[in-house]
């Protein structure tokens, strides 16, 4: 199994709703990532676990708050959003939490959200 | 000026043509992606290089660690090629971050 799971993969918001985004890996990998993508852009890293615990938190609004219950799933709570908030959001996962070689980056098919 | 940069930026082929996609960086790497990304969204990584060339398929990675430079060559290109490659470099100062190379944007016509 050499896949990263999302869910939902479309996800429409009002700005005063409560969601989550949801990720999955079952590969033993202890580094998961959360990346933010608009359109014509690479992604932007968010955020990093490292063996279930934050590593990197780029900075990132307190209107986005990441969870990692367990060493395979990733959540992304999201609250009180703004439209400029709308992109695909890519989770992946790798086996190290840093560059190594062998260290190969899987990434999930992404969770479109839209924020109205 | 990017730590990662690609070109061309946007390349059309006609099918069967030989592409090559270049990417050149500026920081000391400990490793290389080459990822692909289809309209739908969903990423795929190609190749992870430190050294040397690797090859799958019709596609070839190499990279000169020296020159810092690498560049991804598709054989015989297809329709079904059409899509952004970008290229990506863990950078041995930064950790737990990939650095993102802005990304070619391939269309292959029939």
């Known amino acids: 199994d050499t896949e990263v799971t999302q869910t939902p993969k479309h996800l429409v918001m009002g700005m005063t709703n409560k969601k989550s985004l949801k990720c999955e890996q079952h590969?033993?990998?202890?580094?998961m990532y959360w990346y933010k993508q608009k359109a014509k852009k690479p992604p932007e890293l968010m955020f990093v676990?490292?063996?279930?615990?934050?590593?990197i938190n780029e900075s990132v609004p307190s209107r986005f708050s990441p969870e990692c219950p367990n060493s395979s799933l990733l959540n992304l709570h999201l609250h009180a959003l703004q439209p400029e908030d709308s992109a695909l959001y890519l989770c992946?996962?790798?086996?190290?939490?840093?560059?190594?070689?062998?260290?190969?980056?899987?990434f999930g098919e992404g969770s479109w959200l839209t924020v109205v | 000026k990017n730590e990662v940069e690609q070109s061309p930026q946007n390349l059309t082929a006609q099918e069967g043509e030989f592409i090559t996609i270049n990417c050149s960086y500026s920081?000391?790497?400990?490793?290389l992606h080459w990822l692909q990304q289809h309209p739908g969204g969903g990423i795929v990584s190609l190749f992870m290089?430190?050294?040397g060339k690797k090859k799958h398929g019709r596609l070839i990675a190499t990279i000169n660690i020296q020159e810092k430079h690498s560049s991804l060559h598709i054989t015989a290109s297809h329709p079904r090629d059409s899509a952004v490659y970008i290229c990506?470099?863990?950078?041995?100062?930064?950790?737990?971050?990939?650095?993102f190379g802005t990304g070619t944007r391939l269309a292959v016509r029939p």
């Open positions: 990506a470099v863990w950078t041995k100062s930064s950790g737990d971050k990939l650095t």
């Open positions: 290089l430190s050294s």
């Open positions: 676990y490292s063996y279930e615990k934050l590593s």
């Open positions: 992946a996962s790798s086996l190290l939490g840093r560059g190594h070689p062998g260290n190969t980056i899987y």
């Open positions: 590969m033993g990998h202890r580094a």
């Open positions: 920081v000391g790497i400990s490793a």
